[in-house]
């Protein structure tokens, strides 16, 4: 099945050493996600029928054409990009932001470097649970602090129809960023301080050398971050449903929500898989779309 | 470590400083108080959270009445023990498959290769919802509901593509002389993978192998159908807090501290291997 041809003496020995530390990804990848995955493309292509327990009969393409009348799946669509955007950008930054201060030879970053992980460390839809006292009207912790520093003299509801997602964006990206940080922080490592140095010798500012040292050396790592932020993201669900449930109204969901209202809620697994086969679709174009910009704003902003 | 060749002027220096801690206790601030606050929140009886004005802005009495309650609890005892094996085999299972299978299609030119990675990354961009109801399906025929193999395995379905992914991108890091160096010393494949990538990539690969463990210690929709009964996970017992009826804010909050201990353990940990992996450079 895979044989390239090449007749290089080197490729014999490359092939069998290949396939030996792949046997166990590959078995793995048989036994319990290839068959998930085809189960779940059978089925989106199934309408299902209840009478007499739960039957199947193939019936084309009518699950994808019901998704695309399906208001509350278009309506989440534009929710999930808000979300995503949001919630992406304000992480990638702050994991950055930290990142770079957690390099400076400071005072007690080796515990800083230990604690910041702590967001991270607690689960989606803690998350969303601690970020749902935070916003809480009457005892949140947010109304709380701002009446405390005299912003504001009477309670505001944060969760509200138009910017429901925005607050979910600032949750999730409060989650994801120590991840952010962690991987620049290794992306830094990976940096020679031989070129800060030439750079001070060239008399060139902090800023300068950001510009020119840090950021095109932590290229890779920005895209690496940013895409598995992105896909993290994208797939979501714990913390919306603690935090929103989705709500007020379908404010908040975004298309997994959708995914899991229609599948576990209303029981219609078909249909449940039809819809999520389309937001593979959307999420890779996505991505794809991402790495192109990424890599091309890369080429232009010059070699390292 | 930071040797200055020529002087820049001082007061700058000490404005950057200043600038720098400035910024940098911002940030500690915002990501560590909603942490700091469910800590505290954790410690109060639950009539004080409940009366205005909220917590932090009002004298409290603390009490560690909670952290009893919830170890006097079997369920929640059980989940802790259960979710510590499976996040553990999970991560050195994850990471034995995983990090050969990166390396594998890192360093070895194929055609596939490429494909396969982005195959990788497309599965895991699947909701998880989705692909829930055909692992459970598996797992059912092969009688795995219900026991910690069948849970580690459900795990790895999506913890295993991603960190293939990861671990790929740091392999990639390494630069290929020092490899090339190790071959021509008379060093095997597999030689160069142990001796040479594995050590210079040290960090990196920590940093993969804890959050392996922290994913699947986090992991709900999957813990709470696989280990439905007699598996008792812990994220879907402190779930079970959430119910309407039942929802007393300081267990959560404990319950949720609780499950952030292993965490804080291992960033501890993954601190010193940031750390060599500082040295190591230095030393190159």
Not at chain 1, 28 to 49: D, K, N, R
Not at chain 1, 177 to 184: E, G, T, V
Not at chain 2, 187 to 195: A, K, N
Request: proline content about 5%; hydrophobic content about 55%.
């Amino acid at each position: 099945m895979r044989k390239p041809q090449r007749s290089k003496p080197r490729v014999t020995s490359d092939q069998t050493f290949a396939i030996y530390l792949l046997l166990p990804l590959i078995f793995f990848t048989m036994a319990l996600v290839i068959y998930p995955l085809s189960y779940s493309l059978w089925l989106s292509f199934q309408e299902q029928i209840w009478i007499g327990g739960l039957r199947y009969v193939f019936g084309g393409l009518t699950q994808y054409a019901k998704a695309l009348k399906d208001p509350l799946f278009i309506n989440s669509i534009p929710i999930t990009f808000r979300f995503v955007g949001e919630s992406v950008t304000l992480a990638v930054l702050i994991g950055l932001g930290i990142a770079l201060a957690l390099n400076q030879p400071l005072q007690g970053r080796k515990v800083i470097r230990a604690l910041i992980l702590l967001p991270w460390a607690i689960s989606e839809f803690a998350t969303g649970i601690i970020w749902s006292f935070v916003y809480k009207r009457d005892v949140g912790l947010l109304n709380a602090m701002l009446k405390a520093l005299g912003i504001i003299e009477s309670d505001i509801v944060w969760i509200t129809p138009k910017f429901a997602i925005e607050t979910v964006s600032i949750a999730f990206a409060w989650h994801m960023a120590p991840l952010a940080a962690f991987f620049f922080l290794a992306g830094l490592q990976f940096i020679p301080t031989d070129l800060y140095r030439q750079a001070r010798i060239d008399g060139a500012g902090v800023v300068r050398r950001f510009l020119s040292v840090t950021l095109p050396h932590l290229k890779y790592s920005m895209l690496v971050i940013t895409i598995l932020i992105t896909v993290m993201t994208a797939r979501s669900l714990d913390t919306i449903l603690t935090l929103t449930g989705g709500g007020p109204g379908f404010a908040s969901s975004t298309f997994t929500n959708i995914v899991y209202v229609r599948t576990f809620k209303e029981l219609q697994f078909a249909y449940g898989a039809a819809l999520s086969w389309y937001v593979i679709l959307i999420v890779v174009i996505l991505v794809i779309v991402m790495f192109m910009l990424m890599t091309k704003g890369f080429a232009r902003g010059g070699r390292r | 470590m930071n040797v200055q060749i020529p002087k820049p002027n001082k007061a700058r220096k000490i404005a950057g400083k200043i600038g720098i801690y400035t910024a940098f206790a911002i940030l500690v601030f915002t990501i560590l108080f909603p942490y700091f606050w469910m800590v505290t929140s954790s410690l109060q009886r639950e009539i004080d959270l409940y009366r205005p004005p909220p917590f932090p802005f009002k004298p409290v009495k603390f009490t560690v009445f909670h952290y009893g309650e919830l170890l006097s609890y079997p369920p929640f005892t059980e989940g802790l023990v259960n979710s510590a094996l499976v996040a553990l085999i999970t991560a050195g299972f994850v990471m034995t498959a995983g990090s050969l299978g990166a390396y594998a299609l890192v360093r070895t030119r194929f055609k596939v290769n490429r494909v396969l990675l982005q195959a990788i990354v497309i599965f895991y961009m699947l909701p998880g919802v989705a692909l829930l109801i055909p692992v459970a399906t598996v797992e059912r025929a092969l009688g795995l509901i219900d026991t910690l193999p069948g849970v580690v395995f459900a795990h790895s379905v999506f913890i295993l593509p991603l960190m293939t992914w990861m671990l790929a991108s740091i392999f990639r890091g390494v630069h290929m002389d020092l490899e090339e160096a190790g071959q021509v010393d008379g060093l095997s494949r597999f030689g160069t993978m142990f001796r040479v990538v594995l050590p210079l990539s040290i960090t990196g690969v920590m940093i993969v192998t804890v959050f392996c463990f922290i994913i699947s210690w986090n992991e709900l929709m999957y813990s709470s159908v696989i280990g439905v009964r007699d598996f008792k996970m812990l994220q879907p017992v402190i779930l079970e807090f959430m119910g309407p009826m039942k929802q007393v804010i300081p267990r959560v909050m404990a319950a949720g501290v609780f499950s952030s201990l292993p965490v804080i353990a291992l960033a501890v940990i993954l601190q010193k291997y940031i750390i060599k992996g500082i040295m190591s450079g230095a030393i190159k």
